[in-house]
């Protein structure tokens, strides 16, 4: 008997020990944090302030898992969470103006979060990549036009829809299976869309919350989920020291060297002729390199210029680059 005492009493003091509580203030039209996560088993504790207000699970009401019921200045009501998912809820007194999200996630999970605004007709980012038990919280920014954040497919088959979000509001959806996910806003259907991609596996460090992991990412610090990459070196284009250059070192244009070789010479020429009237490459480290004459395009000009130069000590070219 004293054996299964323990037993449970080492349970108790176990479960007592990982789970969290967090608190959630609740004042005159808002609910702050809008958007919380938490983990299985924790519990949550609103505390209101000034106007009499309700903490309600945003479903119909015979299907809500919690209620407070309405609470003055002061008050507070607490709920423990042990189902994972994703739980918009709202003020009952102010249904329209008050509404938040809470995401319960398994508890000790390494799952992420990743920001998305909804502006006057965009998703930023419009593609999102993550991974499966991730969430992806969606934040309105447009003071002007309401927005949604609606899974593309029809009703029977949608998993998520914010409805109606105007400046500020957020909403948020836990992606726990792997797959293409279209969203787009109903209120802008033909403007309006993205397509989040789900990974299966465990989640990954993204710095940025660009939805591209760390290890895959070509500029780890800095916003690209499109990954653009103009000149096909490490680096992505909006974090390159050297955008434009074929390399990762950045390589000075010396105007007239077009073969990078470091000095003028008849091999120039050869390269410039080979571009000119062959199609061949464009001269490094940037085409402007092959602007010898400064005219602003790359021409048969050019070469009679370094023909000068280099055969008859004609002037050097000039620094266009």
Not at 263 to 282: A, C, R
Request: aromatic share 10%; with cysteine; hydrophobic share 40%.
């Amino acid at each position: 008997m004293r054996k299964w005492a323990l037993l449970l009493l080492w349970s108790f003091l176990a479960s007592s020990a990982s789970a969290a509580t967090d608190t959630i203030l609740v004042g005159n039209f808002f609910f702050s944090p809008a958007v919380d996560t938490i983990e299985r088993g924790d519990t949550v504790v609103w505390v209101f302030s000034g106007l009499s207000h309700t903490t309600s699970h945003d479903v119909a009401v015979q299907d809500r898992i919690w209620d407070s019921g309405h609470i003055g200045n002061g008050g507070s009501f607490s709920f423990v969470f042990d189902t994972i998912g994703t739980f918009p809820y709202r003020c009952d007194v102010h249904p329209f103006t008050m509404l938040a999200t809470l995401v319960v996630l398994e508890a000790g999970t390494t799952n992420f979060s990743h920001a998305v605004e909804v502006g006057s007709f965009f998703f930023d980012p419009d593609t999102l990549r993550i991974a499966q038990g991730d969430t992806v919280v969606w934040t309105i920014n447009d003071p002007v036009m309401p927005h949604t954040a609606t899974h593309d497919v029809p009703p029977p088959l949608r998993l998520f829809d914010s409805g109606l979000l105007t400046d500020g509001q957020s909403f948020s959806y836990v992606f726990d299976t792997s797959g293409v996910f279209p969203v787009f806003c109903t209120v802008h259907p033909l403007q309006m869309s993205q397509t989040v991609l789900v990974t299966g596996g465990p989640s990954c460090a993204d710095a940025d919350s660009d939805g591209v992991c760390d290890p895959d990412d070509n500029c780890v610090n800095d916003f690209n989920n499109r990954q653009e990459n103009e000149d096909g070196d490490e680096f992505g284009d909006v974090c390159d020291p050297c955008l434009g250059g074929p390399t990762n070192t950045c390589q000075a244009c010396a105007p007239g060297d077009v073969n990078a070789s470091g000095s003028i010479t008849s091999g120039d020429i050869i390269y410039m002729v080979n571009l000119i009237f062959k199609g061949g490459p464009q001269p490094l480290p940037i085409p402007e390199a092959g602007d010898v004459n400064c005219s602003g395009t790359l021409t048969s000009a050019d070469i009679f210029s370094l023909v000068n130069h280099v055969f008859k000590g004609g002037p050097a070219p000039c620094a266009s680059c």
